[in-house]
């Protein structure tokens, strides 16, 4: 469930940076996924830009710090994919620098490294919503089965 919430994300950003309102996109292009997909999706969207995580000004990639560039024995570990899939969550606003370099950090300590973004995007849907189930956070009761109203 978790990997889909990522894509529903990831989809419902970029149609944000384009201009498009979150009440606008259409349902019918999200076929395929549940409504508790959905709604985790849109819950967590709606609480970055409700907490100013995600702004106009921070989802314009202008405006944002690059991101370091991997040590040669982090590329080893990494490839290229696997970091253009993490680029791209970045300059999205999906992630932040710490969550980039937390993400990193995982990648270059595992002994076979990361060539699948699929592995990546496990670990974004663990760190976007696992890591912070909190009485605060409005996702922190999902387990798959519900839906926010």
Known sequence: MSNNVVDLIIYMVRRVHIGMRLKDISLDRLKGYNK?????????????YENGEISQQKRDPGHKPAPRVLHPSERIQISPEAYGYLLDLYYLGILDASEMERLIEIAVFRPEGVSDPSEIKQWVAGLLFEN???????????????MIN
């Open 36 to 48: 508790a997909e959905i709604s985790a999706a849109y819950s967590w969207l709606m609480h970055k």
């Open 132 to 146: 912070k189930r909190s009485p605060q956070h409005p996702t922190a009761g999902l387990r798959g089965n519900e």
